[in-house]
């Protein structure tokens, strides 16, 4: 719900943070944290994040659109090429660029081509070093080194988005970067994700939790149809596509048990988000070819790309 009060502050500050990193590194778990809700799936399973998916901040004088991207890694199938290049090109839009690095995590090579294209792009970044909490701090030291060596890291942090060690310094950072502008947004908006395919994603995110492996990165949730009932509630309905015909027994589990508990924890997410109650029923449909198809792209905000 937007809603534009008298009392916004004349001078104001708008612009837009894009949030980078390889999978896993946290860029979901943070932009949840800054904007104070859940509006970005997360799970322990790398390549969660699908679309380009806008958190809105506004504290005192200053709105940020944080851009969460799916990550940056390897790209051979469709799709996961189409979300690399949404990812690239986010930063395009960005007043300011955040690189998330999992400091925990053994440096691959992924960083150093990370690195290579900023750079080419012509793009300087603030680095967040997180999960801090994982490690001790005499881990960090090469690591900060190494980045400076780069020579387009302008500022490091070092966060754990788990328990918030410098996510308020990180923040105010990224607000002083801020240019002077009117607000794009109402000082009330979290995100410019329509509801139903923000109530898709969370679906998405338990099939990532509740079913095994490889299943999840081949199936995907659509939204069909809301309707907002007269007693406040909402009647939700949407199509689980999977991409194999055994999935969708797997999926739906034995007698449907896999599917009900799906749905149950997908709606308490759903009714928490949407501050009342939610009815929300599930399809299961077996579609081979849905990731060759564009309009699950332009669904997704995604650019179709020709292989
Ligand atoms: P993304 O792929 O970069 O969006 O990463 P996610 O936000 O989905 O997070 C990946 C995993 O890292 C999840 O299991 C998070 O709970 C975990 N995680 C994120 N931040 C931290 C942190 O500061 N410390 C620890 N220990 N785990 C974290
Ligand atoms: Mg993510």
Redesign the pocket.
Known sequence: MTKNKLSTPKDTQAGFVAII??????????LNRLIGQKI?I???K????RMRILGILTEDATQIGFI?TP?IFEAKRRLDRAMVQAAWNSLEDADAILL?I?A?AKQDKKIGEIFAELTKRNKRVAVAL?????ITPDKLLPLAEKLNETGIVDDIFM?????GDGVDDLKKHLKKKMPDSPWFFGEDQLSDLPSQLLAAEITREQLYRQLQQELPYGATVVPESWENKKDGSAVIRQTIVVARPNHRPMVLGKGGERVKSISQAARQEIEKFLGHKAHLFLEVKVDEKWQDRPEFYRMFGLEFVSL
Do not use: R, Y
Not at 21 to 30: C, D, E, I, V
Not at 46 to 49: F, H, L, N, P
Not at 130 to 134: E, G, M, V
């Open positions: 990193g390889a999978p896993n590194a946290g860029k979901s778990t943070l970005s997360v799970s322990p790398a390549q969660t994040t969460d990550g998330l999992d925990s997180n999960k801090i909490d994982k966060i754990s988005v788990l328990n």
